[in-house]
Every structure is written in C-alpha cells, then in structure tokens.
C-alpha cells in the first residue's frame, strides 16, 4: 500500500463529458489511499456537455496547485479552456510535482495546448485527432498511451478512462488493487456491438453519429 494519501485532481468545466471524469472517479474512489477531488475555476455545480447532468465542484485550480495526479476530462467545453491561461498554467504548475498527469478523451487536447504533449505520441477522440497535431503531439489510435518517463498517460475516447485509471491504479499501488478496484465495479466489457471504433462500423453507423452530433452542437 501507498504510505499516505494521495490528492488526485479531476478537473470540471462546463460541458464536459460526463464518464471521461466518472469513469476514472469510479475507478479511483475504491483505493483508500486516493482522494479525489472535482475541480475547477470556480467551487460548486458545473454541469454536462447535454446539461443534464450537474456535478459539484469541491475545489479550486488556486486550492489545488500541487496534486499528486491530474486526470482531466474531455467533452466541447475544452474546446474554450485551450485557450485558457489560467487552466493552462495550473496544468504547467501542477505537472511539475505530480506523480502522473493524465486525459480522457479531448482533455488530451488541453494539455497539449499547455505544451505537455510536444513531440509525445497521444490519443485522444477519434474525432479530434487533428486538432492534437495540430498542438504538437502525434497522434495514435491506442486506446491508452503511456510515456512514464514523463509522467504522462492519455485515453482515448471517453469509456477508455476506466481502461486508463486501472492501470494508473497499477502504477501508484499495485496490481492487486488495479484488480480489487475493477472487481468492485465489476468491469467486465462485453459489449453487444462491435461498433466501438471507427474502423469497425458501417457508413451508416457513421452517418447517424454525424447526424446525432449536429443536433448537440
């Protein structure tokens, strides 16, 4: 076991997607030794890319400078922090001492807006993709891409999260505990479809997730 508690960060905006940061709290929360906590500019309700989920906000980016691990979300609410200073500045300062900074999904994109992915392979949304190059990183479609040395680890698209926070598990306790804390939520995939990646799905599988994201815009 960990010999102390360890802060870890998950950073709220609005419109996030909502299991990029739930799908690693879930994970993470089962570990006695982790305590995490929901951040953002301001404490209080920050609510979901759809509006129709609220979450609290416990914590402040100032109340929060130094955690032990950052896991930051995604979700179009990004889209605005990339150009953010003080987020981008938290993460910069923040990533200094942490143990492991890490995104799910287009929070990828945040912290290559903040200069953490330069010359890094990453993941990120399928959708988004170019938008990471863009920001200096290279883009792949691993599910999670790890660079230890650097203390980073990016998730692709938002229920990799959980794939991501198991082995972060792993890395800040053990193996043990990575398997007693996906036992807990019983995460056994077997999804019905075979339509979780882009390569895999029909034109007409695409076309509806066209239409389905222009209605939300």
């Given at each position: 076991m960990v010999p102390f508690t360890m802060q870890v960060a998950i950073p709220l905006f609005p419109q996030f997607t909502a299991l990029d940061g739930i799908g690693p709290y879930e994970v993470l929360q089962r570990i006695p030794d982790l305590d995490v906590t929901f951040i953002g500019h301001e404490r209080g309700e920050v609510r979901s890319e759809n509006g129709f989920l609220g979450i609290t906000r416990d914590a402040t980016f100032d109340e929060m400078p130094a955690p032990d691990v950052i896991v930051f979300p995604g979700g179009v609410g990004t889209r605005l922090l990339m150009t953010d200073e003080r987020v981008l500045d938290?993460?910069?300062?923040?990533?200094?001492?942490t143990r492991y900074t890490t995104s799910v999904c287009t929070g990828s994109l945040v912290l290559a807006a903040a200069g953490l992915l330069?010359?890094?392979?990453?993941?990120?949304?399928?959708?988004?993709?170019?938008?990471?190059?863009?920001h200096g990183a290279?883009?792949?479609g691993e599910r999670v891409v790890e660079h230890l040395d650097?203390?980073?680890?990016?998730?692709?698209g938002v229920s990799s999260g959980?794939?991501?926070a198991l082995r972060l598990v792993e890395l800040l306790v053990d193996r043990t505990a990575a398997e007693a804390s996906q036992l807990m939520i019983e995460y056994d995939p077997q999804p019905p479809f075979a339509a979780g990646s882009i390569d895999s799905v029909s034109h007409a599988v695409m076309a509806r997730v066209i239409e389905y994201a222009a209605v939300r815009q």
């Open positions: 938290w993460v910069r300062g923040a990533h200094a001492g330069d010359g890094l392979t990453a993941t990120t949304h399928w959708s988004t993709m170019s938008t990471l190059e863009e290279i883009p792949t650097r203390r980073i680890i990016t998730a692709a959980i794939d991501m």
